[in-house]
């Protein structure tokens, strides 16, 4: 009985060689295994999706511009766009977002990195809220969510750079380049 036992049991190489197997797993599964260089992180990436231009006299003239007409009001295609660039060691983002009648946020700032695969960059602004006007940061944090597609965010701060019904946001942007 003890010679089964034995046969059963895994030698010390076969033990480190599973430890070692779990090890490598565990690494490829956390958030540091796929850490993005500043290069790797350059590019244009596009959130396609439709926007209503109530503008439009007719279908005619929705048309030229590539719309479809429906219910009184153009539809067109568009695409919210993030571009990550690099000068030397600097980073910049810009975010261009449109909007309902071409209402849109345009933001480009010098950009730092904050962990492996998020981007952030400030920019002072002028903040209105109950009558009173002070200053205060817009924080817009761009945050890898494959190598290949980002999502947008920002700290509320940010309505200087977007027209009326438009936020700076973007759920996910897909790499174009």
């Not at 850490?35 to 790797?40: I, N, Q």
């Not at 002028?126 to 920002?154: L, Y």
Request: some cysteine.
């Amino acid at each position: 009985m003890k010679s089964i036992v034995r046969q059963l049991r895994p030698s010390g190489y076969a033990r480190f060689a599973q430890g070692l197997a779990y090890g490598l797993l565990a690494f490829l599964l956390s958030s540091n295994a796929w850490a993005l260089s500043s290069k790797a992180m350059e590019g244009t990436f596009a959130s396609p999706k439709q926007v209503t231009m109530m503008m439009y006299a007719d279908e005619t003239e929705c048309a030229v511009d590539g719309g479809r007409w429906n219910d009184g009001v153009c539809v067109l295609d568009v695409a919210d766009e993030v571009r990550i660039s690099r000068k030397d060691k600097t980073l910049a983002i810009s975010v261009e977002i449109l909007g309902t009648n071409f209402h849109q946020c345009l933001f480009e700032a010098k950009a730092r990195r904050a962990g492996h695969r998020t981007l952030i960059a400030r920019e002072k602004v002028t903040h209105f809220a109950d009558g009173k006007t002070t200053n205060a940061v817009c924080v817009v944090k761009v945050r890898f969510t494959g190598r290949d597609s980002v999502s947008v965010s920002n700290n509320g701060m940010c309505d200087e750079f977007c027209g009326a019904n438009v936020g700076l946001d973007i759920e996910k942007a897909l790499r174009k380049n």
